[in-house]
């Protein structure tokens, strides 16, 4: 555990484990370094680098108007410079998969490959008021016991999902305030989301086209509600060497230790 300062002055939160070759992880939206909990031991022999953005986890809370993709990718560049790492691949859930294809667009020389979990060049609307509907807001629930027993309800496509995997996720998500339960990242994160929203979506598919030479893995729940089946079908097309998986009885995100994603992973391994 340690932390490192970005050019504009925030202390951001870190994670480096491991030896070999280098692996950044980013995580969701509203995540941290956490989201990889249930996978690090698949990266034992890595080196496995996860970073809490700007507003999230245990890092720093900024202005609004810089919990942006564009500010975020150069965050993950400033860490690697920090520790000296020339060259990485990325492990990018969600958002953190939207910032990998930026790097690839943007530092492709600084990239060794790309696995994406649950995120494509294009995102569903289902998906999208999904996000509007559930960020800035604090849980109703008290307990982490009851956040768990909410979570399993509205968690949309998921099934067979353990109770002890949903408190791990609770603790991870949420943090007690003494007076019940909080967000682990600032709620003016809402803002800049919701305005992102409202402007025109810019074409990600030339994001996409930028990863063009680096080994390429996508892992997409069966049920997800904002990488579809059919933006998948395309990015094979594009990609026919890419590994693709879907993780049955999992939406929006699948937690990555499923047989399916830690075989997907294991093979994009193994061409980094």
Known sequence: MADFTT????RLHYEDEGTGTPVLCLAGLTRNSRDFDYVATQFSDMRLIRMDYRGRGQSDWGAPETYDIAIEARDA????????VDKSAILGTS????????LAATQHDRITGV???????????EGIEMIKGYIGKAPVSRTFEEAARARAKMMLGF??????RWLQDTHAQFVDTGD???LSYDPALAEQVKANIEAAVPD????FDALAGLPLACIR?????LLTQETLAQMQERRPDMIAVEVPDRGHVPFLDEPEAAEALARWKALL
């Not at 696995?115 to 609307?125: K, V």
């Not at 099934?159 to 002890?164: A, F, K, L, R, Y």
């Open 204 to 207: 990600l598919w030339p994001f």
């Open 95 to 102: 958002r953190g998969g939207i910032i990998a294809m930026a």
């Open 180 to 182: 019940g339960l909080g």
């Open 115 to 125: 696995c994406l979990n649950d995120i494509g060049p294009e995102i569903a609307m």
């Open 7 to 10: 050019s504009d002055g925030l």
């Open 221 to 225: 729940g069966a049920n997800s509600n």
């Open 159 to 164: 099934d067979n999902v353990p109770h002890e």
């Open 77 to 84: 560049i400033e860490l690697l410079n920090h520790l000296g």
